[in-house]
């Protein structure tokens, strides 16, 4: 077997600042496997479990699922994971589940989109995005190719129910009193790479020139951005 050795990332900013979009793009080149808290939490949601009804409820009213629910449902997917590079997107989101990411993986490097709240808000009440795959669209940004339908399976596009402005205000208080401290966690630990604009298209040479230097060549998929 051929030994190589792994690579673990996490993708952090606020709600809107990009995570999905770059997440894709890093997956793209540099094929690490991107892992979405978000995500996860709306497939469990649609499998109307009913640990799906309490996170939907915390997620309509804009608070975060509670840590020991959060890490139990992250830390299970990473163990399967275990043999690959991987990219945490919105976990953690707390200190308490840094501290327990950090007591099973170590991580590499976390990777900090900082844009400003007022370019935020109007971007995510015209997100448009494709359930079960995760893939995002935006009126203005990235419109899908047919208007209301995902580009590679053709199915409707929906919102999200708390994409409205009353919901993301309270989303974006919860990431500054309860997200911003796991921050300073990591610029502690000297793993913080923190890349500050208001566009994504200005903002992804540089993660991609970033982690050009981390990852080793081998692990690279495409060069270019
Ligand atoms: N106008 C604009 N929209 C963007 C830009 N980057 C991403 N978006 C859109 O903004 C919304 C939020 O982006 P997303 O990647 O889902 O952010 P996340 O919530 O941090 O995962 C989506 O609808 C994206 O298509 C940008 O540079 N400009
Ligand atoms: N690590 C987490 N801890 C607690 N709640 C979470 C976590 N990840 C996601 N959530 C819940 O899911 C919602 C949507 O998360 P996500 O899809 O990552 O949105 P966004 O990228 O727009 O911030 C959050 O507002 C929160 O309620």
Redesign the pocket.
């Known amino acids: 077997m051929l030994l190589r050795s792994l690579f673990r990332a996490v993708i952090m900013g606020?709600?809107?600042s990009g995570?999905?979009t770059v997440s894709s793009r890093i997956s793209e080149s540099f094929g690490l496997q991107h892992l979405?808290?978000?995500?996860m939490?709306?497939a469990n949601i649609k499998a109307k479990s009913e640990l799906g009804l309490l996170m939907k409820s915390?997620?309509d009213q804009?608070?975060?699922?509670p840590?020991d629910v959060?890490s139990r449902l992250?830390l299970a997917s990473l163990r399967e994971m275990e043999q690959s590079s991987w990219l945490l997107?919105?976990?953690?989101?707390?200190v308490a589940?840094a501290e327990s990411l950090d007591s099973v993986f170590t991580v590499d490097t976390v990777i900090n989109l900082d844009v400003p709240f007022e370019t935020i808000k109007e971007r995510?009440t015209s997100r448009w995005v494709h359930l079960s795959s995760g893939r995002v669209y935006n009126t203005d940004f990235n419109p899908p190719r047919i208007p209301g339908l995902d580009d590679v399976t053709g199915e409707p596009l929906t919102q999200r129910d708390?994409d409205t402005p009353e919901t993301v205000t309270r989303?974006l208080k919860?990431y500054e009193t309860q997200t911003q401290p796991v921050l300073e966690y990591y610029r502690s630990k000297g793993v913080l790479a923190t890349f500050t604009g208001t566009e994504t298209n200005k903002i992804w040479p540089h993660v991609h020139a970033f982690l050009a230097k981390k990852i080793p060549q081998s692990q690279q998929v495409r060069g270019g951005v």
């Open positions: 606020p709600p809107g995570k999905g979405s808290s978000g995500d939490l709306r915390c997620i804009g608070q975060l699922i840590d959060m992250i997107d919105g976990f953690p989101r707390t589940q995510l708390d989303r919860a």
